[in-house]
T-cell receptor
């Protein structure tokens, strides 16, 4: 099993350009997440999707949009990239066992994005 | 909402036991505590999860006192390959909503 895959691995954009980060999982998980990771800031949740057809804002959603295309795929779009969006982006998926338990998140390898 | 606080960095030597403590003073009754490990240029990986008392798996132990305001990840007999960043996560369950409160991570350096 590939687990969680992300494309591209690296990307350089100019300010104002747009791009979509792709994420796919083959574990049949219902929940998917997008995080950004910056030095000294830990992991910050951008958006998440509890199940196919639903998306919710996380801690830092401004400047981003998401699409839960189907159960496997969850994409993150930057409509007009800004230097402040330079970061490492991680996608994750999980299968909530129940509301009484915290589910294990499986992370992809990350996309390193630089906005000039 | 719970806020997670953990040390920025720790140093240890091979063969020693390492304990990393995370504070989460405002943790609520239904919140769970989870720990992740991250190596450079990789995504975080689940280590262990607990609700109260002690949990042990093949990799680590997690100690949670009765008041649940802190938790301690214990790594027995660390090796050089345990050098990584360790994150504490409190999963806040509020009805059908869920919030994820990540700590900023503890960078563990294991020396020969």
């Amino acid at each position: 099993n590939a687990g969680v895959t992300q494309t591209p691995k690296f990307q350089v954009l100019k300010t104002g350009q747009s791009m979509t980060l792709q994420c796919a999982q083959d574990m049949n998980h219902n929940s998917m997440y997008w995080y950004r990771q910056d030095p000294g800031m830990g992991l910050r949740l951008i958006y998440y999707s509890a199940s196919e057809g639903t998306t919710d804002k996380g801690e830092v959603p401004n400047g981003y949009n998401v699409s839960r295309l189907n159960k496997r795929e969850f994409s993150l779009r930057l409509e007009s990239a800004a230097p402040s969006q330079t970061s490492v982006y991680f996608c994750a998926s999980s299968e909530p066992l129940s509301l009484a338990l915290a589910d294990t998140q499986y992370f992809g390898p990350g996309t390193r994005l630089t906005v000039l | 909402l719970a806020k997670t606080t953990q040390p920025i960095s720790m140093d240890s030597y091979e063969g020693q036991e390492v304990n990393i403590t995370c504070s989460h003073n405002n943790i609520a009754t239904n919140d769970y505590i989870t720990w992740y490990q991250q190596f450079p240029s990789q995504g975080p990986r689940f280590i262990i999860q607990g609700y109260k008392t002690k949990v042990t798996n093949e990799v680590a132990s997690l100690f949670i006192p009765a008041d649940r305001k802190s938790s301690t990840l214990s790594l027995p007999r660390v090796s050089l390959s345990d050098t990584a960043v360790y994150y504490c996560l409190v999963v806040v369950n509020a009805g059908n909503n869920r919030k994820l409160i990540w700590g900023l991570g503890t960078s563990l350096a294991v020396n020969p």
